[in-house]
């Protein structure tokens, strides 16, 4: 059974960082593609980064330059580092990755941006 569970979000200023942390079990890691979503209030879920096995990693526009997603494969990890936040960044952040044939959900943490 693939798990994955979220840590890392809280409030911070406008401007600030966060670092969320992602960790996997029940799966190969290393051979996961994964992914950060985030879903606000009222607005669909939307894809905000992905990392290949390999460490190819795609990025939304809306943060590209200011948000890192990466992977430690010795720790089933994977992190989105969060640079420069803006309010328009408030929303609960999942954790996902697709194994053939079912997609899989941490259960999210709340990243809040208000001053």
């Known amino acids: 059974q693939v798990q994955l569970v979220e840590s890392g979000g809280g409030l911070v200023q406008p401007g600030g960082s966060l670092r969320l942390s992602c960790a996997a079990s029940g799966t190969i890691f290393s051979a996961t593609v994964m992914a950060w979503y985030r879903q606000a209030p009222g607005r669909q879920r939307e894809r905000v980064a992905r990392i290949t096995s390999a460490g190819t990693a795609i990025y939304a526009d809306s943060v590209r330059g200011r948000f890192t997603i990466s992977r430690d494969n010795g720790k089933n990890t994977v992190y989105l580092q969060m640079n420069g936040l803006k309010p328009e960044d408030t929303a609960v952040y999942y954790c996902?990755?697709?194994?053939?044939?079912?997609?899989?959900w941490g259960q999210g943490t709340q990243v809040t941006v208000s001053s």
């Open positions: 996902n990755t697709f194994i053939i044939p079912k997609e899989y």
